[in-house]
Nanobody
């Protein structure tokens, strides 16, 4: 059973920064990607960023240049550094672990990020 534990959400003013962390456990981690999705009230869950086992990184256009994803492979932990936050970044942020060769995807419980104007 894969377990993803997120931390680091909170309330910040526009222009501020937050750093999210997600620690994964429960199985052998190889050939996988970890990343973040977010869901704002009344909207569908959307992709934010991810990093795969080759350290290839992808970002949503809306966060490019402001957010940085990184990974500590030894700790099976992924981080999302969020700078220059905007009110439209307000959402519940979900950590995601994806094993494409197994067609398996796992989710964390979510952490709230609120950006005030």
């Amino acid at each position: 059973q894969v377990r993803l534990v997120e931390s680091g959400g909170g309330l910040v003013q526009a222009g501020g920064s937050l750093r999210l962390s997600c620690a994964a456990s429960g199985r052998t981690f190889s050939n996988y990607a970890m990343g973040w999705f977010r869901q704002a009230p009344g909207k569908e869950r959307e992709f934010v960023a991810d990093i795969d086992w080759n350290s290839s990184i992808a970002y949503a256009d809306s966060v490019k240049g402001r957010f940085t994803i990184s990974r500590d492979g030894a700790k099976n932990t992924v981080y999302l550094q969020m700078n220059s936050l905007k009110p439209e970044d307000t959402a519940v942020y979900y950590c995601n672990a994806h094993f494409p060769r197994e067609h398996a995807r796992y989710w964390g419980q979510g952490t709230q990020v609120t950006v005030s104007s």
